[in-house]
């Protein structure tokens, strides 16, 4: 007899099978060796109420189940650059195990990271890099390429020409993937036209109303491009209220589940998804390791100034369309 696989235990035997080659390539365990229960690794993130973490979080506990460890997901409900960093100093305060942030503003950011590893506490990054600071390693996307891949599924979608509109809002990484769109068109396809960028603030309440302002001022756009998890969503919703649905192609990002709805019946081209699970997975990991001398690189690999982890870990996106959007959804 067949067993149904859902979504989670497919993305959790992805990212196990992942970790555990690096583990074997590095004779580490794949397994907790004792009890670690007094362990604890928390991650740190920022614009907490949207549904992009869900990856992050379901990865995040099946990691501390899988390592025998506390994990705690927390960070300002909304884009709290201030509040993030002062939350990092309560959570050095309390010296867990090591840190995963996602960083929502670099500056604020650096001072309290230098903080945690002076402290003896390791942090590692996923997605939006902070590299003057002390960080030991960053895991997660190349935002430029992540909107190149986008900018070449915008372009194919609307056949090379047109006005269209890209939107996201201001963090480094999004940045990125905005300047990777641009990128794209300028190298390959001129007759490509950016009319406008939207800043959506990463609200799913605002961002409709964002990018319907932008379709208003500009009647003849032809595509929309999404650089964050909130951008798809609030530009199907302007596009069907515009009824204007086939006529303005829609790239997306990442794989929140109340937009895949949009995928599948037309209203949004595509999405380009960031690994998620995996980079959290293996952030979690490799926290683990640091912590319990799992790495033999060196006898005392922290008294000589070592890290002894990689500096980044770039993790890959899929493109996601009507033809495998159902691999996305959750069970």
């Given amino acids: 007899m067949s067993k149904k696989v859902s979504r989670r235990d497919f993305m959790r035997a992805g990212a196990a099978a992942t970790v555990g080659a690096f583990a074997l390539s590095q004779g580490l365990p794949l397994r907790r060796a004792a009890a670690q229960g007094d362990q604890e690794y928390v991650y740190l993130s920022i614009v907490t109420q949207v549904p992009f973490w869900v990856d992050h979080r379901l990865a995040l506990e099946d990691a501390g189940k899988a390592l025998g460890v506390k994990t705690t997901f927390t960070g300002p409900v909304d884009f709290d650059v201030a509040g993030q960093a002062r939350q990092l100093d309560e959570i050095v305060a309390r010296n867990p195990a090591g840190i995963v942030i996602f960083t929502g503003d670099a500056g604020a950011m650096a001072p309290g990271i230098d903080r945690a590893v002076d402290a003896g506490i390791p942090v590692v990054l ?3 890099d902070v590299p003057q600071s002390k960080r030991y390693s960053i895991l997660g996307i190349n935002g430029f390429q992540a909107g190149r891949v986008g900018g070449e599924m915008l372009a194919q979608a609307i056949g090379g020409k047109g006005k269209v509109v890209i939107g996201g809002f201001q963090s480094p990484n999004i940045i990125e993937r905005m300047e990777g769109y641009k990128a794209v068109f300028a190298e ?120 002894i982890l990689p500096e980044r870990v770039e993790t890959g996106v899929f493109a996601v369309t009507a033809a495998n959007v159902a691999q996305f959804k959750r069970a």
Avoid: C
């Fill in 126 to 128: 996923v997605i939006s």
């Fill in 188 to 307: 390959k396809y001129p007759e490509i036209e950016v009319v406008a960028e939207v800043d959506d603030r990463a609200d799913p309440a605002y961002a409709p109303t964002a990018y319907a302002a932008a379709l208003t001022a500009n009647p003849d756009v032809v595509g929309v491009g999404g650089t964050d998890g909130d951008s798809g969503k609030g530009a199907a919703l302007a596009v069907r209220d515009a009824g204007k649905v086939g006529e303005i192609k829609i790239v997306a990002m990442d794989r929140n589940d109340d937009m895949l709805p949009f995928i599948e019946d037309g209203t949004i081209h595509g999405t380009v998804v960031q690994k998620s699970y995996t980079e959290m997975f293996l952030a979690v990991h490799m926290l683990y390791w640091l912590k319990n001398e799992s790495l033999k690189v060196a006898p005392d690999w922290r008294g000589a100034g070592l890290n």
